[in-house]
């Protein structure tokens, strides 16, 4: 499947995105939230960290993580061609390697209804995500520190506020605000990433839930991305 589910459909996801943000609050929504207020499941993740990381420390030690332009090359244009990322789970569909590479991102994953993706997000030392914004509002992004330098650590500006990870500790960023990070660290950040339905009324969740399935068609390019690239 070509094309880039970020960027299709631009006058239907731009009449969506007014629906969900106005039931979201509109320009008084939260940007930094903590996990336990907006997506209480992730606790059954976190209790599991110890497992998480290893899992994620032996996928980094054996495969070679793709870049974000192998899988959508329009989006990456604009927000970075160098951020690595290797998705478990997208629009419901599972990444068959991740069975063995993270089964305990995929199992959290494929048991939680309101999850939408989950993926592994590397940035290398000196990679930029410039200012930008994720165009669909319907999903709310959950960050969890896998790996973070401890020296000149990496934080993220999201509007006008900073948050800084640390390992183990997640919370909740709403990425349809403009926000950007550089790593000027000397070691990767890595972190593992769930995009959830954001919530909302029953209607706006119906018509959110409609938006998503329509996106699953581009699911496999981004899920059969993470075969092609084993270290040897």
Not at 122 to 129: A, K
């Amino acid at each position: 499947m070509k094309g880039s589910p970020s960027l299709n459909n631009p006058r239907i996801r731009a009449l969506t995105n007014w629906v969900f943000l106005r039931k979201a609050g509109g320009k008084n929504r939260r940007r930094i939230i903590p996990s336990n207020a907006v997506f209480p499941e992730v606790w059954e993740l976190e209790r599991r960290f110890p497992a998480l990381q290893a899992e994620v420390d032996a996928l980094l030690a054996s495969r070679s993580i793709p870049t974000y332009d192998t899988f959508d090359p329009q989006r990456a244009a604009q927000v970075s061609e160098e951020w690595k990322l290797y998705y478990a789970y997208m629009f419901g569909n599972t990444n068959e390697l991740a069975k063995k590479d993270c089964p305990t991102l995929l199992s959290f994953a494929q048991s939680t209804p309101r999850v939408v993706n989950a993926f592994i997000s590397v940035l290398e030392p000196g990679v930029e995500l410039p200012s930008h914004q994720d165009p669909y509002a319907g999903i709310l992004r959950y960050h969890l520190g896998i790996r973070i330098p401890s020296k000149n650590t990496p934080r993220i500006r999201l509007a006008d506020e900073y948050y800084q990870w640390k390992e183990g500790e997640g919370t909740v960023l709403d990425v349809s605000l403009e926000h950007e990070v550089t790593n000027e660290s000397d070691e990767p950040r890595v972190i593992v990433i769930i995009d959830f339905r954001r919530p909302m009324g029953p209607l706006a969740d119906l018509l959110n839930r409609f938006c998503l399935w329509q996106k699953r068609k581009y699911a496999p390019q981004f899920v059969e991305a993470a075969k092609y690239d084993v270290m040897h």
